[in-house]
């Protein structure tokens, strides 16, 4: 796999020969063995909004089964199977890659001046492993019947008696996760030696937007932590393969090591999950305020402390599996302090919107809404944290609905205002600002009825995964349904007028939005070269030096 070299930087890439990445060569094998990032970011992206489909399918049958306190559509095993898929799919296959795959991939070079990411060949092979991984996991889960819930605690994933046959259901669905990490670990190798080695030499360490020290921080925990979650599912395949005792205690294992092994890794992957996202957010509303974002430093360097503290706090999820007083009190610690980043980011973020001449397209909206939901999810974090608190509410709806506000309302709403805000730059069209709104409203009214009424049913104590409920909680899972129903619908609305416009939507202009960032120096879509001249490197979030241009409905360079 060789490495782009800076002095030459047309090294593993064709020479352009006109039109855009999409038109350029044309025939199914052009994309299958391409080497472009932008065309694997557009595979990565139709995969994952596929994965997320089928996903979303799942948590509506959910919803669907918890509308009655007995059985309303299937049986309990089959509701075990449905919430296993769902949360398997929409963690592994979609929240985790999602952003730095698919978004990331596309606009890190272009951000950079770069030709494409230093390892091109190691990017479609990463693509390749995801797509592998996804099949396995996914058709093992089907096929094999597994219900273990997307954690794989031990003795469930380790009993025989569970999840089809010896050779059948989980030892698939960890091999699959086991590719997945693979991708997962090559893609933050990519983007570290990309930002490292193709930063233009007139562009610094604190000239890179924010994005860009985003996928930094998070390509720092895939690689460091993401290893964890590979020997931890190897050792779970060998004690079923061989039924030799490693986590079931029957066999002479320990199950609270499982544990330990899967958090060091799965909380760390909080943040692969939600600092993409708070970079995709701190480029928006900085765009959208048109006003530099406040406190640049503070924000780039937070991102690195969360990926620090983040391997801290992975204990919190143990409270109550008998771990000692002190150790459970110095997790209790660092997760109140893994907030402090966390919290530097949402002031700037509202600094920079103080006085700004914010502009309400639908990227904006979805960024608002992630200050709103992130604040509710980061709040109840820190009654999870306090130890008495979460010895009550541990293993209750409680959970579900923070989780939730944090991965699910928090980073795939930010993932969708990236989508927005990037679409233009990748398909060259635009999309409808008024059934933007449309879908908008649905989705941010659907996931706050959907998962705000969970928190009261944790409070009252219903555990969560149970098939049957107390008659008492049924109207607030109504409430609950009904809202996915709702948000479902807003998701649906947006796909149809993003495909819509890839047919009939107006061009799009180089840049629409009015970002100083060097994507937008290029053209809608994309060269395959990415710049037919060598971008002009300045600040980041400077929008003196633009002009809104009426004729062609974007901006311009005011020189």
């Known amino acids: 796999m060789s490495a782009m070299n800076p002095a030459n930087p047309t090294s593993d890439v064709p020479p352009a020969t006109g039109g855009n990445y999409l038109t ?31 996903g979303g399918i799942f948590a509506i049958l959910v919803r669907t089964e918890l509308l009655t306190p007995n059985k309303t559509i299937v049986e309990p095993d089959r509701y075990n199977q449905f919430f296993t898929l769902h949360g398997a799919i929409m963690i592994f296959l979609v929240i985790i890659p999602g952003i730095p795959a698919a978004l990331g991939n596309f606009v890190l070079p272009i951000m950079l001046g770069a030709k494409d990411l230093a390892f091109p060949r190691i990017n479609l092979f990463s693509y390749y492993l995801w797509l592998l991984g996804a099949l396995l996991a996914v058709l093992a889960i089907v096929l094999g019947s597994v219900d273990t819930g997307w954690t794989f605690y031990v003795p469930y994933a380790t009993d025989v008696s569970a999840g089809g046959t010896l050779m059948g259901g989980v030892i698939p669905v960890l091999l699959g996760v086991f590719l997945l990490g693979f991708s997962s670990i090559f893609t933050g190798l990519n983007f570290i030696v990309t930002i490292h080695k193709l930063r233009p030499p007139s562009m610094g360490w ?6 860009l020290w985003a996928l ?31 986590f079931h205690p029957s066999l002479g294992g320990d199950p609270v090591l499982y544990q330990h092994f899967f958090w060091f890794y799965s909380h760390p992957a909080v943040y692969i999950m939600i600092l993409p996202a708070m970079g995709v ?23 690195v402390a969360i990926a620090v503290f983040g391997f801290f706090v992975w204990g919190h999820h143990m409270f109550v599996s008998g771990q000692s007083a002190l150790l459970a009190m110095i997790f209790s610690l660092f997760t109140y302090a893994v907030a ?19 502009v309400l397209k639908a990227p904006m909206l979805y960024a608002l809404s992630f200050l709103f939901i992130f604040g509710i999810g980061g709040l109840t974090g820190l009654f999870l944290g306090a130890l008495a608190v979460d010895v009550h509410l541990h293993g209750t709806y409680f959970i579900v609905a923070h989780f939730h506000y944090v991965m699910m ?14 679409w233009p730059k990748m398909t060259g069209r635009l999309y409808s600002e008024l059934w933007g709104r449309v879908a908008w409203v649905l989705a941010f009214v659907g996931m706050n009825l959907t998962f705000f009424p969970q928190f009261l049913l944790g409070t009252h104590g219903m555990p969560r995964r149970y098939y049957n409920y107390p008659p008492q909680f049924q109207f607030l899972n109504v409430l609950s349904s009904i809202g996915s129903y709702l948000m479902a619908a807003g998701f649906v609305i947006t796909a149809i007028y993003l495909l819509h416009s890839l047919f009939a939507g107006r061009r799009a202009p180089s840049n629409p939005w009015g970002g100083a960032t060097l994507e937008w120096q290029c053209s809608s879509p994309p060269p395959t070269h990415n710049f037919d001249q060598p971008p002009v490197v300045g600040d980041p979030y400077d929008f003196g030096a633009l002009k809104y241009d009426a004729a062609i409905e974007g901006y311009v360079s005011k020189t």
């Open 24 to 54: 350029q060569t044309r025939g199914i094998l052009s994309w299958v063995f391409t080497r472009d990032h932008k065309r694997i970011a557009v595979m990565y992206l139709v995969s994952i909004l596929a994965a997320f489909l089928l």
């Open 206 to 211: 604190f000239q890179l937007p924010l994005f």
């Open 216 to 246: 930094y921080a998070t390509a720092i925990i895939q690689i460091l932590a993401t290893p964890v979650l590979g020997i931890t599912v190897l050792l779970l395949i060998v004690e079923r393969a061989a039924n030799f005792g490693i």
């Open 281 to 303: 957010i701190s480029e928006v509303i900085s765009v959208f305020s048109r006003k530099h974002i406040f406190g640049y430093h503070f924000i780039a360097f937070s991102s």
């Open 340 to 358: 402090i980043p966390s919290a530097v980011k949402v002031f700037n973020w509202l600094a920079t919107m103080y006085r700004g001449a914010i």
């Open 409 to 422: 309302g928090s980073t795939l709403f930010a993932m969708i205002a990236g989508i927005h805000y990037w």
